[in-house]
């Protein structure tokens, strides 16, 4: 089944039901597999088969339960987005003005106190009906329109119990100013409580504003990517530079860049030569030297050289889209833990209505007198405190900054089920090549035996070695090129995938390989076996070359390690994590160079199918294990793994092939990523604390459980200020994880 995914932005969720609600109305949608409701981004991501499913299916599903999408066949630009968000803040800092400056003015010549101070004309209950009905039905127009819209399909949110609770409120006042004498001919002092409902929706809504206004700053990430990328691009056509938009640019275009300017797209260097900051990127300080037929990544800073380059991926193919794509999804998916809090909320709302009930009834038949006015206020309390907002936003926001800081240092995270998971990891397994050392090989010696020459047998290497992509053929290839020999032309060329290759040069079948290979094709080692062991246990990897009857050389190729190995493995140790080293090497080598990095467990000879199955075995031990590669090559071990971490290089991130992408090539990131996981799980438990037991403590106050022992009550106006109180509670310490990590 062929099936995309889309990502959407949803107006009018304010709560963990509003998430619930839409989550369920569109995986009812036949054709959708999947989908995922974000409180914190406010946005929708659906997976679906495109031949059952329209855009029409989707926005009716979301509209359907009261709510509005906005789907275009492009990506909205996430310029707009803001903008549009930024006009929807201002309109909202318009309301709560009028809200409270109204409601401020009806609680002075309303309570008790303050009332002896206000003019004449703010004591008239008439006029105070005047000031609340802006405020009920203009300010409050959003609960209702919500609320009609879900009680239609037979579902509640938040909008609906401060719906319920306001209006209660504001009807009541309304009937008892309006009527005055009916209500004392049942022995009831009409004292109306405008200041009560007017003040409520005020306060709840600024604190909508405030938490609006936090959950921007959760988003910084992608803010600050999209602000790197380059406006304009100057291009030479036709032997003239010119000027033009960074999204006309095509691949294939030749770019020139001066110092101080920013690239504006993915290419390769043709001419020239500079020093490029690429701490957007990598995170490294130090800019990086490039000449021609390096690569260059858009949105990095041009520091001294003038240059031009091709360009070759330009639009949503660059990094920097890919990047941005990334940390978009990343923050818009779910992490298992928000599980617990999705199915709390789903009941949420309808408990908290037969709890409002029960409160009614209990202080209406044994409450004291008035036992109307106490009913009412305590099951106005009870709605209005009653919040799962701070449940709905206690995971998205952490995981919105946890997954941004990760991008700001180098590391992609895919999406909220990896960053979950890497805090569990106790055991990280790292591949060799590529992974702990640089990759890039060099001849360290050539060994002629028999009759044969130095340069013949470095000829005959690279003669066959040129036809394959692997690391130490390249090295053989190069080594041959700096000695200016001239390859042969390679016939029934093979590669042995975990041995070797081998083929036929002028009419001589050659095999070049480990002592695998040659084991194979009854080629005998022993006399050179001395030899090779010294070599390897050097650290460096010797390959034998030989005839289709003995052995005519040997090559060592020794590969350095990677700066950052020993700091990375050494961070990871502190954390009481196992490190592992799995290679296709030989024993020797690979023991010498996990002595040189201090790593106990070591597997070698393993060919790259077998990856995988050593995976399991660690696994089987009871362990989470993270397996650490180039991924590509590893793709198999990486997705058996707890968690998969590739070595991302250049533009050649390997995004699909991992959990997690090291774009930065620093193995210390490893450490990063599994701390980064612990400060963010840390944060979202916090969260869900405090959410969970806010209601907990609070809603059976609201009820009026102090009563008996203290005659406290929980006044609904001081309801509204804990409910706002909890949501942008959650979000700022979210916030502070910017600071943790």
Same mark, same amino acid.
């Given at each position: 089944?062929?099936?995309?995914?889309?990502?959407?932005?949803?107006?009018?969720?304010?709560?963990? =039901?509003?998430?619930?609600?839409?989550?369920?109305?569109?995986?009812?949608?036949?054709?959708?597999?999947?989908?995922?409701?974000?409180?914190?981004?406010?946005?929708?991501?659906?997976?679906?088969?495109?031949?059952? +499913?329209?855009?029409?299916?989707?926005?009716?599903?979301?509209?359907?339960?009261?709510?509005?999408?906005?789907?275009?066949?492009?990506?909205?630009?996430?310029?707009?987005?803001?903008?549009?968000?930024?006009?929807?803040?201002?309109?909202?800092?318009?309301?709560?003005?009028?809200?409270?400056?109204?409601?401020?003015?009806?609680?002075?010549?309303?309570?008790?106190?303050?009332?002896?101070?206000?003019?004449?004309?703010?004591?008239?209950?008439?006029? @105070?009906?005047?000031?609340?009905?802006?405020?009920?039905?203009?300010? #409050?127009?959003?609960?209702?329109?919500?609320?009609?819209?879900?009680?239609?399909?037979?579902?509640?949110?938040?909008?609906?119990?401060?719906?319920?609770?306001?209006?209660?409120?504001?009807?009541?006042?309304?009937?008892?100013?309006?009527?005055?004498?009916?209500?004392?001919?049942?022995?009831?002092?009409?004292?109306?409580?405008?200041?009560?409902?007017?003040?409520?929706?005020?306060?709840?809504?600024?604190?909508?504003?405030?938490?609006?206004?936090?959950?921007?700053?959760?988003?910084?990430?992608?803010?600050?990517?999209?602000?790197?990328?380059?406006?304009?691009?100057?291009?030479?056509?036709?032997?003239?530079?010119?000027?033009?938009?960074?999204?006309?640019?095509?691949?294939?275009?030749?770019?020139?860049?001066?110092?101080?300017?920013?690239?504006?797209?993915?290419?390769?260097?043709?001419?020239?030569?500079?020093?490029?900051?690429?701490?957007?990127?990598?995170?490294?300080?130090?800019?990086?030297?490039?000449?021609?037929?390096?690569?260059?990544?858009?949105?990095?800073?041009?520091?001294?050289?003038?240059?031009?380059?091709?360009?070759?991926?330009?639009?949503?193919?660059?990094?920097?889209? @890919?990047?941005?794509?990334?940390?978009?999804?990343?923050?818009?998916?779910?992490?298992?833990?928000?599980?617990?809090?999705?199915?709390?909320?789903?009941?949420?709302?309808?408990?908290?209505?037969?709890?409002?009930?029960?409160?009614?009834?209990?202080?209406?038949?044994?409450?004291?007198?008035?036992?109307?006015?106490?009913?009412?206020?305590?099951?106005?309390?009870?709605?209005?405190?009653?919040?799962?907002?701070?449940?709905?936003?206690?995971?998205?926001?952490?995981?919105?900054?946890?997954?941004?800081?990760?991008?700001?240092?180098?590391?992609?995270?895919?999406?909220?089920?990896?960053?979950?998971?890497?805090?569990?990891?106790?055991? +990280?397994?790292?591949?060799?090549? #590529?992974?702990?050392?640089?990759?890039?090989?060099?001849?360290?010696?050539?060994?002629?035996?028999?009759?044969?020459?130095?340069?013949?047998?470095?000829?005959?290497?690279?003669?066959?070695?040129?036809?394959?992509?692997?690391?130490?053929?390249?090295?053989?290839?190069?080594?041959?090129?700096?000695?200016?020999?001239?390859?042969?032309?390679?016939?029934?060329?093979?590669?042995?995938?975990?041995?070797?290759?081998?083929?036929?040069?002028?009419?001589?079948?050659?095999?070049?390989?480990?002592?695998?290979?040659?084991?194979?094709?009854?080629?005998?080692?022993?006399?050179?076996?001395?030899?090779?062991?010294?070599?390897?246990?050097?650290?460096?990897?010797?390959?034998?070359?030989?005839? =289709?009857?003995?052995?005519?050389?040997?090559?060592?190729?020794?590969?350095?390690?990677?700066? =950052?190995?020993?700091?990375?493995?050494?961070?990871?140790?502190?954390?009481?994590?196992?490190?592992?080293?799995?290679? #296709?090497?030989?024993?020797?080598?690979?023991?010498?160079?996990?002595?040189?990095?201090?790593?106990?467990?070591?597997?070698?000879?393993?060919?790259?199918?077998?990856?995988?199955?050593?995976?399991?075995?660690?696994?089987?031990?009871?362990?989470?294990?993270?397996?650490?590669?180039?991924?590509?090559?590893?793709?198999?071990?990486?997705?058996?793994?707890?968690?998969?971490?590739?070595?991302?290089?250049?533009?050649?991130?390997?995004?699909?092939?991992?959990?997690?992408?090291?774009?930065?090539?620093?193995?210390?990131?490893?450490?990063?990523?599994?701390?980064?996981?612990?400060?963010?799980?840390?944060?979202?438990?916090?969260?869900?604390?405090?959410?969970?037991?806010?209601?907990?403590?609070?809603?059976?106050?609201?009820?009026?459980?102090?009563?008996?022992?203290?005659?406290?009550?929980?006044?609904?106006?001081?309801?509204?200020?804990?409910?706002?109180?909890?949501?942008?509670?959650?979000?700022?310490?979210?916030?502070?994880?910017?600071?943790?990590?």
């Amino acid at each position: 089944m062929n099936v995309i995914k889309k990502t959407f932005p949803i107006k009018g969720m304010h709560c963990a =039901s509003c998430v619930t609600i839409l989550e369920r109305s569109l995986k009812k949608v036949e054709g959708v597999s999947q989908a995922t409701v974000n409180l914190a981004t406010e946005k929708a991501t659906v997976t679906y088969d495109p031949e059952k +499913v329209t855009d029409q299916h989707l926005l009716s599903a979301v509209s359907n339960v009261g709510y509005e999408a906005s789907i275009s066949d492009e990506m909205k630009h996430e310029a707009d987005e803001q903008a549009e968000k930024q006009k929807e803040l201002k309109e909202l800092k318009i309301k709560v003005t009028v809200s409270l400056v109204l409601g401020g003015l009806i609680l002075w010549g309303s309570f008790p106190v303050l009332m002896q101070t206000a003019p004449m004309i703010l004591q008239n209950f008439r006029l @105070q009906l005047l000031l609340a009905t802006p405020v009920q039905f203009w300010a #409050g127009y959003g609960f209702y329109r919500a609320t009609i819209s879900t009680l239609r399909h037979r579902t509640a949110n938040m909008d609906t119990l401060v719906a319920l609770g306001t209006t209660v409120a504001f009807g009541y006042s309304a009937f008892v100013t309006l009527f005055p004498q009916l209500v004392m001919s049942i022995g009831i002092n009409p004292m109306p409580y405008f200041d009560t409902s007017a003040i409520i929706i005020g306060l709840i809504l600024l604190g909508r504003y405030f938490e609006a206004r936090a959950k921007a700053g959760t988003s910084e990430a992608i803010k600050k990517l999209i602000g790197m990328q380059a406006k304009t691009a100057r291009i030479i056509r036709d032997g003239k530079e010119e000027d033009i938009s960074i999204n006309e640019v095509m691949i294939g275009d030749i770019v020139r860049v001066r110092p101080g300017e920013k690239i504006p797209v993915d290419g390769i260097i043709v001419e020239g030569e500079s020093s490029i900051d690429e701490s957007m990127v990598t995170g490294e300080s130090i800019p990086a030297d490039k000449a021609k037929g390096d690569t260059v990544v858009g949105a990095t800073m041009n520091k001294t050289g003038s240059f031009t380059f091709r360009a070759t991926k330009v639009g949503q193919e660059t990094m920097l889209a @890919q990047i941005i794509k990334l940390v978009q999804e990343a923050q818009g998916s779910k992490a298992p833990i928000q599980r617990l809090a999705d199915l709390v909320s789903s009941y949420f709302v309808p408990i908290v209505i037969i709890l409002a009930m029960g409160t009614f009834v209990v202080w209406y038949v044994f409450g004291p007198t008035p036992v109307l006015t106490f009913a009412l206020l305590n099951t106005v309390a009870v709605l209005i405190i009653a919040c799962p907002c701070a449940m709905g936003l206690a995971t998205p926001t952490a995981i919105m900054v946890g997954t941004g800081k990760g991008a700001e240092h180098g590391i992609l995270i895919k999406d909220a089920e990896s960053l979950e998971t890497a805090h569990k990891i106790n055991t +990280v397994i790292f591949d060799k090549t #590529g992974t702990l050392t640089n990759g890039k090989p060099e001849v360290t010696e050539v060994i002629p035996l028999g009759d044969h020459s130095k340069d013949e047998v470095l000829k005959i290497a690279a003669s066959i070695e040129k036809g394959s992509e692997h690391s130490l053929a390249e090295a053989i290839v190069k080594a041959a090129e700096v000695e200016n020999l001239n390859v042969s032309n390679v016939e029934k060329f093979q590669a042995i995938a975990g041995h070797g290759v081998e083929g036929v040069i002028d009419g001589q079948k050659i095999i070049f390989g480990n002592k695998r290979l040659m084991d194979r094709e009854g080629i005998a080692t022993k006399e050179v076996s001395n030899q090779i062991s010294a070599m390897e246990n050097a650290g460096k990897t010797v390959m034998m070359l030989a005839t =289709s009857k003995q052995l005519i050389g040997l090559i060592a190729v020794a590969d350095t390690i990677k700066e =950052s190995a020993r700091a990375g493995l050494l961070e990871l140790q502190k954390l009481g994590i196992e490190v592992a080293m799995i290679t #296709g090497d030989n024993e020797r080598t690979a023991n010498a160079i996990a002595q040189q990095l201090g790593i106990n467990r070591v597997f070698a000879e393993v060919l790259p199918d077998q990856k995988e199955a050593h995976v399991r075995k660690i696994q089987a031990e009871g362990k989470k294990v993270a397996m650490v590669g180039d991924g590509i090559n590893d793709a198999p071990a990486l997705a058996v793994a707890d968690l998969g971490i590739a070595m991302g290089s250049g533009t050649d991130v390997a995004i699909e092939a991992a959990d997690i992408t090291l774009i930065n090539k620093d193995l210390r990131s490893v450490a990063g990523a599994i701390v980064l996981s612990k400060k963010t799980m840390r944060t979202i438990k916090m969260n869900l604390v405090w959410a969970f037991g806010y209601n907990i403590i609070l809603i059976p106050v609201a009820m009026g459980a102090l009563y008996p022992f203290f005659h406290l009550l929980l006044n609904p106006i001081f309801a509204s200020v804990a409910m706002a109180t909890s949501s942008v509670s959650v979000v700022t310490n979210s916030l502070l994880l910017k600071k943790r990590y």
